[in-house]
């Protein structure tokens, strides 16, 4: 992927101001000493980096890319060492995150207050998903109730509780015209499982708002069901505490207590345990056993739930970053079911999403296996695929491609709203053929 990645670690990180809620962001106390690294040779250091992050030692930035790690200060040393041993070449374009932080907040705080003109989102009036700014967690619940209050066909309800109590709400849109009394077809979309890709969040509340309005023949008699964010935990204590925080926020009596979370995209029993970690203070750290954390045990009770009751015709997991469709498998190379029908229908998805024309080469989707660079397993997409038979399983990974990274701008809800609402209304028909 040719992407100057030391724009992207510069830039990954200068955004925070600019993606923050109205709630001041602290100082990230957490990240002093944490240092951003590219690497050389794509796919020659995939392996090793893989290791060390399920060893606990870097935290490999983006799906599907391993170009630049984030380091951390009690593992330097020891990356160091195994990097050179494998020969292969580094360099560090971020020495201090803590600090960068701190610059880059200086820098912008003035221009920051004279310009922006924040959208507002109150307890009693959150008619829309905000688009100038991401929302928080209390935001998104407001604005769920409001779409519930405001279409008949929308129904909203608590799935189960996170940790910290928090609830995990999924939102079922119903047809506008529903036909006989048989099983109707129905699709997910899941939201928000890593805690700090916040476009992803952002752009499923989006599209809930398309598809709640729309009265077209996409959603006459089909069964739409989202849980717009999984991890709620994560997700305000990626806002308040540590930006790059990607687990859910449980602690196990039983393991290590100091390193809290577990990756909610390692923890589904589907090939679990490949190219996850059995460190708890890894980032991949997959839990004590598959299903063993509140919000994957939630998400599977639903998912079942629908899948006796419907026909799943479709299943995507809204990811960040890389700009991608993947499709299972993803803990092993071999071929799926229906591989040749999803990656069809996924071209076609692409190709709408895509955006091409008036010399603009703008956002770019392509769409491959999920294991095409490296096996991970225990994930929502392989688990769908696996477990409940759905024919069109998919993750889809945001824009960008590794210029802002994780702290993609506000400014591209939008267009990345947009064109994914376009790539759905070419799958979803292409999804239900029989």
């Given at each position: ?78 990356v160091s060492a ?194 996850a970690s059995t ?104 688990w769908s695929k ?49």
């Amino acid at each position: 992927m040719a992407v100057s990645w030391v724009i992207l670690v510069i830039l990954v990180l200068n955004v925070v101001l600019v993606t923050s809620s109205p709630t001041p962001v602290n100082n990230y106390q957490v990240l002093a000493g944490h240092q951003v690294w590219r690497t050389e040779g794509e796919r020659e250091a995939a392996a090793v980096m893989g290791r060390l992050e399920r060893e606990g030692l870097v935290d490999v930035l983006g799906h599907g890319t391993v170009s630049a790690v984030r380091v951390f200060p009690e593992s330097k040393d020891v990356v160091s060492a195994s990097l050179r041993r494998e020969g292969i070449k580094y360099q560090v374009v971020i020495p201090d995150l803590r600090s960068h932080f701190a610059e880059e907040r200086r820098r912008v705080k003035k221009e920051l207050l004279s310009s922006r003109q924040m959208e507002t989102c109150l307890e009693s009036d959150c008619p829309k998903p905000l688009t100038q700014r991401y929302m928080t967690f209390p935001e998104m619940e407001w604005y769920l109730h409001d779409l519930k209050a405001r279409y008949s066909r929308v129904e909203l309800k608590s799935i189960g509780k996170t940790f910290e109590n928090r609830d995990i709400w999924m939102v079922h849109i119903k047809p506008t015209a529903a036909r006989g009394t048989i099983k109707r077809d129905a699709i997910w979309i899941e939201g928000g499982i890593h805690a700090r890709e916040w476009i992803s969040e952002a752009v499923t509340l989006q599209l809930l708002d398309r598809l709640a309005a729309d009265n077209t023949s996409l959603t006459r008699n089909i069964d739409i069901y989202s849980v717009p964010i999984v991890n709620p935990d994560g997700y305000e204590y990626s806002r308040t505490t540590n930006r790059m925080w990607r687990k859910n926020r449980s602690i196990d009596p039983s393991v290590r207590q100091d390193c809290p979370g577990v990756d909610l995209n390692r923890n589904w029993d589907e090939g679990y345990g490949v190219g996850a970690s059995t460190n708890p203070c890894s980032d991949t750290y997959q839990g004590r056993n598959p299903f063993s954390e509140l919000e994957t045990r939630a998400l599977k009770k639903e998912m079942e739930r629908v899948s006796s009751t419907n026909n799943f015709r479709l299943v995507m997991a809204v990811h960040s970053y890389g700009q991608k469709l993947y499709y299972p498998w993803g803990y092993t190379r071999e071929k799926a079911p229906y591989t040749a029908e999803m990656k069809s229908a996924g071209e076609a998805f692409a190709q709408a999403a895509s955006v091409r024309g008036r010399g603009r080469r703008g956002t770019q989707y392509e769409v491959t296996s999920s294991s095409d660079l490296y096996l991970a397993s225990g994930a929502t997409d392989d688990w769908s695929k696996g477990a409940l038979n759905v024919k069109y399983v998919y993750t889809l990974e945001l824009p960008d491609e590794g210029f802002h990274g994780f702290a993609l701008p506000p400014s591209h809800i939008k267009s990345a709203s947009r064109d994914v609402w376009r790539g759905l209304k070419k799958l979803i028909p292409l999804a239900r053929e029989k």
